[in-house]
Structure formats: structure tokens, C-alpha cells
């Protein structure tokens, strides 16, 4: 739930709006005010790289979007945005430059802000890109679809690498508490990119065991980023309960994220965006 500054926000720019409206008279542009500045943090599923256009005057290596979630809550519920989401960056970026001119992300939160949105750990010891590149190595052999042929090569070694991150996690939570005390903290989770059951080897080439294999790794990190948020007085924004359904294998304007073979690889499309904002705005506004 909101308190503070912005509930503060949100309930007068409501009361001002309805009030202005009674008589007639347009509503005058918000201004930026203490009460209603958002910072949003994280990797590329909260840039929503791929989703073009990208942000004027941000680092094109971020592949940050115009279009992002942040930017699409910041519209609806009237808040002050700083965006320094960029793709590709790990937990370690919030507190180290990930490009000669980007500087850590945390720099952006300055005490002010009334709401801090982090969406991190895909990128953490390289997790995303291991397990796919590695599960997708087997497509070959997914033909037949027998049995779990990443599963039996690599066993849990992608859930080691999220258990051996979530003291990483916690560490940024806290230094987000540390920079703006009176921030509401909201982590935002990842949404599904495989099916729970079933296959669809066209788009995304495992086995109906490795889809679930890889599905279950999704799960595991999504938990261990709630078991953090809850140990740090943070709020899990879960975007993944919502995804199921939308996820790779689905049709265009259905599915959330994008399969391998398109504009915006194992990664949110516009839909997914758009989807990502309601919720994220809808948890921000109770």
C-alpha cells in the first residue's frame, strides 16, 4: 500500500482535479512537487529494451524505452520521474557506473523521492543468458521431445546462482532505504517467459521438460526477490501471477514477453509494457 508523500499526493491531486472539474474549468498541468518524485531502477525488463523509441538524452547502450513502464505509470498517476533504468545492468550497477557516462543507479535517489521501483536479478550472475543459451544449446535433441535434457546437464546450477545473489539483493534494498528513509521500496518481479506446461518449440526450442525446467528457475527467482523485499521492508509488485498466460509461446497481443526469433528477444513487447504499467500503477495507487 502507498503512505506517506505519496498517498499525500495522489489524494489532494485527486481532490484538486474533482474540484476543479465541478466548476467547468480545465485542470491545470501538475507540477512536480516533493510529494510525487518516483525513481525507477533496474535491468531491461524495467527499461523494456526493444521497445522503440528509446529515451532522448539516455545512454543508447541502455536501450532504455520511451515507452517503459516507469514512464507509462509516471503518466497516469501524475508522479515526477527519474528513469535511470538500462539494459543489461546487474545489482553491482547500483552502486557502480555501468558505462563510462552512466553512473550507478543509485546516485538518482537523492532523499526526496516518495517511491523507489527496482527491478533486478535476471542479469545477476549472468542467470537469463546462461540458462537460455545453454537450454537452447539442446534444440537439436528438444526435436523428440524427450525427457529434460538441460535439466540432466546442468541440474540446479542456475537456482546456486540465484540462492549464491540473494544476499546481493538485500544489500541494494538496504541501500535504497539508507539513501531515501522515507521512500516506499517496491520490487517489481520478473513476468513468465515460458509456459508452466506444455511446449511450443517453434518459438522457444526445449523440450516440454526444460520448458518446465526453466519456468521453475523463473519461480525460484521471483520467490527469493519476495524473501528479500520481505526482509527489507520493500513491496513485491508481482507482475509473474499476473503473466500467466501471456507468456513467449502465445500468440502476438497476447504474450507479455517476446520469443528468441523477434524485435524484442526473451524480452517485454509493448504489450508487456503496457501490462507491467497496470499493474505497477495499480499497486502504487492502493
Known sequence: MVHGRLRSFLG???VITAAVASV??????????ENNRYVALGDSYSADSGVFPLTPGVNPA??????NYPKQVAAQLGLDLTDVTCGGANVGHMTKAQYKNTPPQLDALDGTEAVVTIGIGGNDNNLFASAILMCGAFAPVAVLDKGAPCQQAYGDRFDQLVDADAANIGAALQAIHDRSPDAEVYVVNYPTITPASGRCF??????????????????HLNDMLAAQAAAHDATVIDVFSQSIGHDA??????RWVEPPLSGQPVHP?????TAQAQIVAAALSH
Do not use: I
Not at 467547468?24 to 512537487?33: K, M, N, R
Not at 541502455?62 to 515507452?67: G, N, T
Open 24 to 33: 467547468g474549468v480545465p485542470a491545470p498541468a501538475q507540477t512536480a512537487t
Open 269 to 273: 513487447g509493448l504489450v508487456g509494457a
Open 249 to 254: 509461446c502465445k500468440a502476438r497481443g497476447v
Open 202 to 219: 517453434g518459438k522457444l526450442p526445449l523440450t516440454t521438460g526444460d520448458t518446465a525446467y526453466l519456468h521453475a528457475l523463473q519461480v
Open 12 to 14: 489532494s491531486a485527486a
Open 62 to 67: 541502455c536501450l532504455q524505452s520511451a515507452r
